[in-house]
């Protein structure tokens, strides 16, 4: 009975760590859980720990395909890594893409809530609760927030803060919860946001229970520092290890797909052929098309110059 107890506090205790981080700076789990919960990314991290996958990356990656996405993360054992449904778009021609930092709201609860308060003091924390993770934004962020789904009182942001947001990121938002301002957002040159609705009421009663741990948006855990894919079809979140083999078997699959629709067009292969394996004479020819049209496919298509001599010498 009191080792059933004692497992029983310890899995408490692990969850209250991971969603009330308040005793490292007010803002954050501890450098080295994150690192943990990350153990495949090799590269380069943000003085908090957060996998910072490149710049160049982040850029081949705005020509990805959702379908693209999903296909090669779920073949590496991430099958709970889109949420659709059900998204309010500022502006649905415009992706998102960057690397996610992360903050989780709840219900307000006094006690608690007073504590959050505590430590933001502690830790010189200017301005309510729900500005700390955007004052946390760097270049290239998108900032992430569970709002648990609240729509009226749960607006996360309004035109200020988004303001504040794009200055600090250059970047958008993805909500599950909901956001004010609707047209003064739209103003913000190279903002965007999807969010679950907009509503002119205020936050209130709510909470902020985490910022830069796991998170939850429907039906994905978010990982800070995961690569955010937002287009009309909904919200991807790439882990940061996979980045870049995402964005470079897009491109592979892009510049084949673009030689066999236009073989296919000017009569020399059939349709049959170019869905089954390509034959040596075929692989041939598509290597000869790839050097006579790469500038296009960099051009047009965001082929890499990198994938394109990869093909070219494979």
Not at 68 to 89: D, K, L
Not at 107 to 116: D, L, N
Request: charged content about 25%; proline content about 6%; glycine content about 10%.
């Amino acid at each position: 009975m009191i080792m059933k107890y004692v497992k029983s506090w310890s899995i408490f205790v692990f969850i209250f760590c991971l969603c009330f981080p308040f005793r490292v700076n007010a803002q954050t789990i501890p450098e080295e859980k994150l690192i943990a919960l990350t153990p495949h990314w090799e590269g380069e991290r943000f003085d908090d720990g957060r996998p910072r996958v490149p710049d160049h990356i982040l850029e081949r990656m705005e020509h990805v395909t959702i379908e693209e996405a999903w296909g090669i993360i779920r073949g590496e054992g991430y099958h709970n890594q889109f949420e659709g449904g059900q998204w309010r778009i500022l502006h649905p021609e415009e992706p998102i893409v960057g690397r996610a930092l992360t903050a989780t709201y709840m219900p307000a609860r006094p006690g608690v809530q007073e504590y959050i308060d505590g430590e933001g003091k502690k830790a010189d924390r200017s301005g309510p609760p729900n500005t700390w993770p955007i004052d946390m934004l760097e270049q290239g962020d998108v900032y992430v927030a569970d709002g648990y789904g609240k729509v009226k009182d749960g607006t996360l942001i309004g035109d200020r803060l988004g303001n504040t947001i794009y200055a600090n990121s250059g970047n958008g938002v993805v909500f599950n919860g909901s956001s004010r301002d609707r047209e003064g957002l739209a103003e913000i040159e190279g903002f965007n946001a999807f969010v679950r609705d907009w509503h002119p009421s205020f936050i209130q009663e709510m909470m902020l229970a985490a910022i830069n741990g796991p998170t939850r948006i429907g039906s994905v855990t978010v990982l800070p520092g995961d690569v955010v894919l937002a287009k009309p079809e909904g919200v991807i979140f790439i882990p940061p290890h996979l980045a870049e083999q995402v964005v470079t078997r897009s491109e592979v699959i892009r510049a084949r797909d673009a030689f066999a629709h236009e073989r296919v067009r000017s009569g020399t292969y059939t349709a049959g052929q170019m869905d089954t394996e390509w034959t040596d004479a075929i692989e041939e020819d598509f290597r000869a098309w790839l050097q006579a049209n790469s500038e296009r496919l960099q051009s047009e298509l965001g082929v890499s110059s990198r994938t394109i001599d990869n093909l070219l010498n494979d």
